[in-house]
Each structure stands twice: as structure tokens, then as C-alpha cells.
Nanobody
Framework: QVQLVESGGGLVQPGGSLRLSCTAS????????MGWFRQAPGKRREAVSC????????AYADSVKGRFTIARDNANNTLYLQMNDLKPDDTGMYFC????????????????????WGQGTQVTVSS
């Protein structure tokens, strides 16, 4: 019954921007740390950014620091990822995910347990 639905992906040129959204249903949204993960062809899924239950704490992969911003709107059960100055290496399928209920320690290292994934949204950065 839990649903995580990502949107906002697409084709963009290097240096461009996209804003991804993830709308959650079937759960008490602010009971969960949330995150964005991505997977490029031939590579393992990697953590991009994570955010605490309240949104007060965030973490980012080194490769996206200064370019991406994660945010959440608990009143509307929505998670966002603002992506600026996109690079070809950012290409991949982006997934929204929740951590184990009430778990907080996974945010700092952006490492989740009992992850529940959305269906993903494709981001392609190419000239």
C-alpha cells in the first residue's frame, strides 16, 4: 500500500537544471528519513542525498555537493531534489526511498536499512 512516485526527470544539456519530486502515500511521511539514490548503466546503485525526519539534517554524496539540494515538505508528503549544473556523470535512474521507520542514524552517512523504493525517474544529461 506504500507508494513512492517520482517525477521530474528528463533530458537536459550539461550545465542545466532539473527538479525531481517524490510524492509519498500509504505511510506517515514524517516518521521516515528519506533519500535519493541513483543507478547508471553498468554501475551499482549509489546514494545521492538523504534528509532527516524533520528536514533539519541533510547529507550529500561528494560528487553532488554544491550542486544538488534535498528538501522535504512534510505537510504535503513530498520529497524534492533540486539538481543544478548537471553533468553527464549525473545520468541515471533516480529513485526515492524511505529508511526504516523512526530510524535517524542513517542520514549522516546516507545509508539506509529496509529501504522501500519508488519506481524511479530517468535523468539524462547529454549535449
Amino acid at each position: 500500500q506504500v507508494q513512492l512516485v517520482e517525477s521530474g526527470g528528463g533530458l537536459v544539456q550539461p550545465g542545466g537544471s532539473l527538479r525531481l519530486s517524490c510524492t509519498a502515500s500509504g505511510l506517515t511521511f514524517d516518521d521516515y528519513s528519506m533519500g535519493w539514490f541513483r543507478q547508471a548503466p553498468g554501475k551499482r546503485r549509489e546514494a545521492v542525498s538523504c534528509i532527516s525526519l524533520s528536514g533539519r539534517s541533510t547529507a550529500y554524496a561528494d560528487s553532488v555537493k554544491g550542486r544538488f539540494t534535498i528538501a522535504r515538505d512534510n505537510a504535503n508528503n513530498t520529497l524534492y531534489l533540486q539538481m543544478n549544473d548537471l553533468k553527464p556523470d549525473d545520468t541515471g535512474m533516480y529513485f526515492c526511498a524511505r529508511d526504516r521507520k523512526f530510524r535517524r542514524v542513517g542520514v549522516r552517512r546516507c545509508s539506509f536499512e529496509s529501504v522501500y523504493w519508488g519506481q524511479g525517474t530517468q535523468v539524462t544529461v547529454s549535449s
